[in-house]
């Protein structure tokens, strides 16, 4: 029976560490990559988060359309607001370019749904207005 050299034995040895030490580097780069992808997808879930928060919470979105629509320069408009379980239906048959640009800018800007929206020009100063929003 012949036997093992020792030198084989070592070389076997060291070409099995330098494959372990190849194969730990490419698994950290591996993991680093992975920890970079989940840092983002935890961005992003927290900004999904938030977004649902924002456009979920139905009765906030109520009492700030509220607000909106009870202040002094838009009572005067004679808007008409039909509230139902869904949505609220925003409209007005003449409401003045200034009033409609203000109240435009704070249903855009806000957090709302809008289903619907319809903007004619009645004159120079007038416009009827029809909106939709929903939740």
């Known amino acids: 029976m012949k036997q093992i050299n020792p030198l084989h034995l070592i070389a076997l040895f060291c070409v099995v560490i330098l494959f ?6 490419t698994l950290k780069e591996e993991l680093a ?15 999904l988060h938030k977004y649902k928060q924002m456009y979920a919470d139905k009765r906030h979105q109520q009492k700030a359309l509220e607000r909106i ?6 009572k005067s408009s004679k808007i008409k607001v039909l ?3 869904n949505s609220w239906k925003i409209s007005a048959t003449s409401i ?18 809008i289903k619907g929206l319809k903007i004619e020009r009645m004159d120079a100063s007038h416009a009827k207005l029809y909106v939709e929003i929903g939740w």
Do not use: C, H, W
């Not at 629509?69 to 838009?74: A, E, F, H, T, V």
């Not at 003045?96 to 855009?108: G, I, P, Y």
């Open 20 to 25: 372990l030490f190849f194969k730990n580097t």
């Open 33 to 47: 990559r992975e920890k970079a992808a989940f840092k983002e997808s935890k961005i992003l879930a927290l900004k």
């Open 69 to 74: 629509l009870s202040q002094p320069s838009l």
């Open 83 to 85: 509230r139902s379980v």
């Open 96 to 113: 003045k370019a200034d009033r409609l640009t203000s109240l435009m800018s704070k249903l855009l800007n806000g957090t709302y749904t």
